[in-house]
Nanobody, 121 residues
Framework: QVQLVESGGGLVQAGDSLRLSCAAS????????MGWFRQAPGKEREFVAA???????FYADSVKGRFTISRDNAKNTVYLQMNSLKPEDTAVYSC???????????????WGQGTQVTVSS
């Protein structure tokens, strides 16, 4: 079992930055693919970014160039650095872990509770 706890969300203005953290416990994340997802009110959960066990990274087109996913295996933590935030980035952000693929929500076995990010215009 992997327990995931997100932190770092908040209320910011458009153009600001935030760094989200996802602290894992129970197992080391070094052998897991880790992903960030978000869900805005009235919308389906969507993929944001992923970091594979061998540190390859992938991003949704909507955040490419603005968001950066990284991991610190020694701290068992994954980060999402979000720059140039836009009102449309407003959502609950959740991290997830999988030992399978990274693209489908159904591939992820473990999920955190999420942290709210609100971007005002």
């Amino acid at each position: 079992q992997v327990q995931l706890v997100e932190s770092g969300g908040g209320l910011v203005q458009a153009g600001d930055s935030l760094r989200l953290s996802c602290a894992a416990s129970g197992r080391t994340i070094s052998s897991y693919n880790m992903g960030w997802f978000r869900q805005a009110p009235g919308k389906e959960r969507e993929f944001v970014a992923a970091s594979t066990w061998n540190r390859r990274t992938f991003y949704a087109d909507s955040v490419k160039g603005r968001f950066t996913i990284s991991r610190d295996n020694a701290k068992n933590t994954v980060y999402l650095q979000m720059n140039s935030l836009k009102p449309e980035d407003t959502a609950v952000y959740s991290c997830a872990a999988t030992s399978r693929g990274i693209s489908a929500l159904s591939d992820y076995d473990y999920w955190g509770q999420g942290t709210q990010v609100t971007v005002s215009s």
